[in-house]
């Protein structure tokens, strides 16, 4: 019996070869595809993830900004009625050092002078951060400075001095008042310049 053969005739096993490179091909490009969406969820999770970062990062900012105002307003209200109080004890001080009984004046003087007339600045002391390295120094050192003016103010310092000596005395603390008056003003710059935000109304330093 002959064997015939066609020329035309199906290759059945290249066919089949050929059928398994096109599914290969189809699987590769579905993986391939599919790792192309992977990585632009990924890339758009990524930008995602920093558009709430930045959100927050804003959001921070605006209450700590808010809150930095709102303390500002309390803080200048220490601070205005502070430097009237000193105002008003610095004029009768320098109206009384001419008498000749120097030691009442020294009696007076620590009965007038507010033993805690800051609680608001030592509170927030250590949380200024949000004023900046400036305005925060600025606002410290009218701590400092009370605390270094208020300490020598007692009586029983005076018990042994001399009238003389005595009336150096006094005339020193209100030199040092004065000092602190400036001090004082100085705050209040910054404190209204953080408060006119939202009080532009705030009364001005009138001593």
């Known amino acids: 019996m002959a064997i015939e053969f066609c020329p035309l005739a199906a290759d059945w096993g290249n066919w089949a070869d050929w059928a398994t490179v096109v599914v ?6 579905g993986t391939l595809w599919a790792v192309i969406v992977a990585m632009k969820s990924s890339r758009t999770a990524i930008d995602e993830a920093r558009r709430m970062r930045d959100e927050d990062r804003e959001q921070r900012a605006r209450v700590a900004h808010d809150r930095a105002v709102a303390m500002a307003i309390v803080l200048d209200h220490e601070l205005f009625m502070l430097g009237s109080e000193i105002n008003r004890i610095v004029q009768e001080l320098d109206d009384q050092i001419g008498d000749t009984n120097r030691r009442a004046i020294a009696v007076w003087l620590q009965r007038e002078v507010p033993a805690d007339p800051l609680p608001m600045l030592s509170r927030f002391a250590m949380d200024m951060d949000h004023y900046g390295k400036e305005d925060a120094s600025e606002l410290l050192s009218i701590l400092s400075s009370w605390h270094t003016l208020r300490d020598p103010i007692d009586e029983k310092r005076y018990e042994h001095w001399e009238d003389r000596q005595l009336e150096e005395d006094l005339m020193s603390i209100s030199r040092a ?15 209204i310049t953080w408060a006119s935000e939202v009080r532009p109304d705030l009364p001005p330093t009138d001593w």
């Open 177 to 191: 008042f004065r000092v602190f008056l400036q001090k004082l003003k100085d705050g209040r710059i910054v404190t």
């Open 24 to 29: 290969g091909g189809l699987a590769a490009g």
